[in-house]
């Protein structure tokens, strides 16, 4: 499987010792090389790419604040002299944060992780919970819920806490998978277990639904409605 990846970075050296770095893994096929966002705004607009290693501090846009100009995005890996901004990365849910300098095993760690991410087709993300990262399978999350700046994310494994809003963790959700119900919450379609005009029941937990999402809920209802 080869991986058609960008490098986006204002320095010239690094985007040489990146480029290195790609070359040398063997799956990866570099499509560009970007001195600034605008240039990888172009070239995600114009050609399919699968993975982005992307610096932070440049010039005229930060590498996060790119991320949030983009509808569609590839896998995203940070490549970044600082630690400083690990946390809103990962709310990005960007797949790695390699500090500089780069060694070539981190390197390859986290271009192989890239590679299966691709390969399952991304079933999952990262949320920060506690002091580390928690991984959250699409299969395995029931519903999130929205409380003032954090989110419960409900889980078969449990319940996770983590500082993001629920837009930020609504857009990395197939929306064929999950559908939002109400201001405070989104629920996983497959674990929804009843449903009436007010609320619906996933397990022993009773989730309102709101008048502004109710009609397409019950279309979902409708469209998948065993008749006779």
Avoid: W
């Avoid at 890996?77 to 946390?87: E, G, V, W």
């Amino acid at each position: 499987m080869s991986i058609r990846c960008i490098i986006v970075d204002d320095e010239p050296l690094a985007r040489e010792g990146l480029e290195r770095l790609v070359n040398e893994a063997g799956f990866l096929e570099l499509a560009a090389l970007c001195g600034s966002a605008m240039e990888a705004n172009r070239v995600l607009s114009e050609e399919q790419i699968d993975l982005m290693f992307l610096d932070i501090q440049m010039p005229r846009m930060r590498g996060t604040d790119f991320l949030r100009t983009l509808e569609v995005k590839p896998q995203v890996i940070i490549t970044s002299a600082y630690a400083d901004f690990a946390l809103e990365g990962f709310e990005l849910n960007v797949l790695d944060y390699l500090l500089k300098p780069i060694t070539p095993e981190r390197f390859l760690k986290a271009a192989n992780r890239a590679r299966e991410v691709l390969a399952k087709g991304g079933d999952y993300f990262f949320v920060r919970s506690g002091n580390g990262f928690e991984k959250i399978t699409f299969d395995e999350l029931l519903f999130i819920e929205a409380a003032q700046n954090y989110c419960a994310l409900h889980t078969t494994r449990g319940k996770f806490l983590t500082l993001s809003t629920i837009h930020a963790l609504e857009e990395q959700l197939p929306p064929e998978r999950f559908l939002r119900v109400q201001k405070s919450y989104i629920v996983s379609v497959q674990k929804i277990h009843s449903v009436n005009a007010l609320e619906l029941t996933i397990g022993e937990h009773r989730i309102p639904v709101s008048k502004n999402y109710k009609e397409a809920l019950l279309a979902l209802v409708d469209k998948r409605l065993l008749r006779k």
